[in-house]
């Protein structure tokens, strides 16, 4: 099923938040996530603490579980569609820790009085990401809500000693980036009816692509960090990479984005999280002789965006010829250096 005039009610669906701009803001979360009691136990290799994109718990010397679950509304018209960047975006944080999927479970919200042949579709879309990630589909979980939701709760298999964490990042290390930016400011832009067919063309293209491709290139070569770009924006999740120790330096030029979105930014279509991500970290950027365009990119949150990669600066240009292969735009876009008065200088 395609555009959904008949069925698929945009002002059931679409709500202030669609996708991971849905997100509670970094701020809010990481206060409530401080207050929790660690949890002690000395084979949970990584839990909530580190801001990682998923857990993982050492099962045998050999052998650890990596575990995430996303869920969030539809920000496309096509229910089909929905259902294939949802669970892209939920199967995402396992190639972001540098595992491999093995079951994923739905998460649905869905209102009683909807037509169950939509839910059909987004559940079909879901599943054949799922298959195409090399996982088994076992199972669920449903509520009657009033908004549609949906999403995955994933498990994946991991050497303990092959974990790719996101703050393991070191001094000289090259930062690659996987997709473009830009897909939270094209669908808001959509759901104006503004985006061009083109710019949401490849928007789609970039969210329904799973990172298991470019996962597995990067696994070839030295990599010290990673993490999975999503709804606190490149900057926001390049800032939990980097913690107090280091900076990076990023060459603006070489950023990968949807380039209808500086004509999209000027028209104003932009998101509240956004906004969340700019009040959290935009303290710790320094801008130098930056677009507002691309200081908006930068902050704008993705939904199932590239893997932010810190590897061997040597290994880098052998990597990126590989990852351009996949036909998506990516680049060398930094570089780690001293720790300096901010953690981020885009020049």
Not at 125 to 137: I, P, Q, T, W, Y
Not at 151 to 157: A, E, K, R
Not at 330 to 344: K, L, M, Q, S, Y
Request: charged content about 20%.
């Amino acid at each position: 099923m395609t555009g959904g005039d008949e069925r698929w009610n945009r002002k059931r669906l679409y709500f202030a938040g669609g996708s991971c701009t849905a997100k509670l803001g970094p701020g809010v979360l990481a206060k409530v996530l401080s207050q929790l009691p660690k949890a002690g136990d000395p084979n949970l290799l990584i839990g909530y603490e580190g801001s990682d994109d998923a857990a993982v718990y050492k099962l045998t010397d050999d052998l650890a579980m990596v575990q995430t679950l996303d869920f969030f509304p539809p920000m496309v018209e096509d229910p089909y569609t929905f259902g294939q960047i949802a669970a892209a975006n939920a199967l995402s944080d396992i190639y972001a820790m540098g595992g491999d999927v093995k079951t994923a479970l739905n998460i649905v919200c869905f209102p009683e009085a909807m037509d169950l042949n939509i839910l059909g579709q987004i559940l079909l879309g879901g599943s054949e990401k799922v298959r195409e990630a090399g996982g088994v589909l076992a199972g669920g979980h449903s509520i009657a809500d009033g908004d549609v939701k949906y999403g995955l709760s994933v498990t994946g298999t991991i050497r303990p000693d092959k974990v790719f964490a996101n703050s393991g990042c070191r001094l000289g290390d090259a930062l690659i980036l996987t997709k473009p930016l830009g897909v939270g400011i094209v669908c808001t832009a959509s759901r104006m009816g503004a985006a061009s067919k083109e710019a949401m063309e490849q928007a789609v293209k970039s969210m329904t692509t799973l990172n298991k491709y470019a996962s597995g290139i990067v696994r070839k070569y030295n990599v010290h960090g990673c993490t999975d770009v999503t709804g606190f924006g490149f900057l926001g999740h390049l800032c939990e990479m980097l913690g107090d120790r280091f900076t990076a330096v990023i060459h603006k030029e070489e950023i990968p984005y949807i380039h209808a979105c500086e004509e999209y930014v000027e028209e104003f279509y932009l998101t509240a999280a956004a906004q969340r991500n700019r009040n959290h970290v935009g303290g710790k950027v320094e801008f130098r002789e930056c677009s507002f365009a691309m200081e908006e990119i930068l902050f704008d949150p993705q939904t199932s965006g590239g893997l932010l990669v810190s590897m061997q600066k040597e290994d880098a240009p052998a990597a990126l010829a590989e990852l351009k292969e996949l036909g998506l735009p990516c680049g060398i876009i930094g570089e780690i250096t001293d720790r300096g008065t901010r953690a981020v200088i885009v020049k």
